[in-house]
């Protein structure tokens, strides 16, 4: 089955600086790449998301990269604020039902 | 609010125990995910169900754990003879299906077994 690895686990930036999470998946046949910010005690929600048709794609602040020779992608996070201080999973998507494999999170903390 | 929610928010039980949680899907949403979340790990999926149908069931699942779907609303999930190991967070998603099928999650059961 699909394997989702993330990296780093934990990440500490000042606040202004950009902040880059990485993700590979192992089944060439995922299609669907999304990101989820979970704060402290609160449900996962979904930030940006990426088809396998698409090498990139912005939000504001936030871009998702996709290299599925590769198969990593990435998330990217410019001016960094310390609302943006939470746990950031990865997740890919093989079949078309929709169940997600998840990264182990990466833990952002953004100081002042 | 009209985002998933599910019920109790904890529970705490000893071993041996069984325990049921709920699951209210948004309410147009046909897909309904439990997923199982441990500390400093990402989500697990566990089952998932189309309307009342349980198309899938994860190998993690153990001959303990049900889950039902009777109407195609709401959603339980059992777990009977709870061990230490079932403690962790339950979390419960809906989509719409579509192209990205974007699965929104409720706030979880925390379960602790004693």
């Known amino acids: 089955g699909e394997n989702v690895e993330q990296h780093p686990s934990t990440l500490s930036v000042q606040e202004g600086d950009s902040a880059v999470i990485k993700c590979t998946y192992s089944?060439?046949?995922?299609?669907?790449f999304p990101w989820y910010k979970q704060e402290l005690g609160k449900r996962p929600q979904l930030i940006i998301d990426?088809?396998?048709?698409?090498g990139e794609k912005k939000d504001q602040r936030i871009a998702v990269t996709l290299n599925k020779t590769a198969k990593h992608f990435s998330l990217h996070i410019t001016e960094t604020q310390p609302e943006d201080s939470a746990v950031y999973f990865c997740?890919?998507?093989?079949?078309?039902?929709?169940?997600?494999?998840f990264g182990a999170g990466t833990q952002v903390v953004v100081t002042p | 609010d009209t985002g998933v929610s599910q019920d109790p928010r904890h529970k705490i039980t000893k071993r041996g125990q069984n325990v049921t949680f709920r699951c209210d899907p948004i309410?147009?949403?046909?897909?309904l995910y439990w997923y199982r979340q441990t500390l400093g790990q990402g989500p697990e999926f566990l089952t998932y169900?189309?309307?009342?149908?349980?198309?899938?069931k994860s190998r993690l699942l153990s001959d303990r754990f049900s889950a039902e779907r009777p109407k195609g609303s709401f959603s339980t999930l059992e777990i009977q003879r709870t061990e230490q190991g079932d403690s962790a967070m339950y979390l419960c998603?809906?989509?719409?299906?579509?192209?990205?099928?974007?699965?929104?999650f409720g706030p979880g059961t925390r379960l602790t077994v004693l």
């Open positions: 309410s147009e949403h046909n897909r």
């Open positions: 998603a809906s989509s719409l299906g579509g192209l990205t099928n974007e699965q929104f």
């Open positions: 997740a890919a998507r093989t079949d078309s039902w929709g169940k997600l494999q």
């Open positions: 990426i088809r396998s048709n698409v």
């Open positions: 089944d060439s046949a995922s299609n669907y």
């Open positions: 169900f189309q309307n009342e149908a349980q198309l899938e």
